[in-house]
């Protein structure tokens, strides 16, 4: 195994960035937007394998293709497209999610917490 020297270590923890695809071979990257970077921005290779993220975006859902296939993608009204089976909540009209046979809420699950 080819052994790295890597430098200047930081936490990552809670910093906010963007996951990017390379336009030259489509791997991703994470991508951090701060003033204080020349372009304004630095991009991340991910040596990470199994890094944890969280989805901090509102112009974000999750479909499914078909059975085997989920996809990430913006919005349905982002996209202009017709979704199949596209429900909202009766209450605050988020987007439903599915789990399962299970069909809830997400923001109405968060607020009963
Ligand atoms: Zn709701």
Known sequence: MKKSKYKNERSADGVNGILIFS??????LFRIYDKKYED????????????SITINDP???????DE??????????VLGIEVEQTEFCM????????HGDEIYCP???????
């Open 23 to 28: 336009m030259f071979d489509n791997k991703p």
């Open 40 to 51: 304004g921005f630095k991009d991340f290779e991910i040596f990470h394998d199994d890094v």
């Open 59 to 65: 112009l974000a859902s999750f479909y499914d293709i």
């Open 68 to 77: 085997e296939t989920s996809i990430l993608d913006h919005p349905s009204q």
């Open 91 to 98: 209450k605050c009209n988020a987007l439903l999610m599915v």
């Open 107 to 113: 923001r109405c699950v968060e607020e009963e917490k």
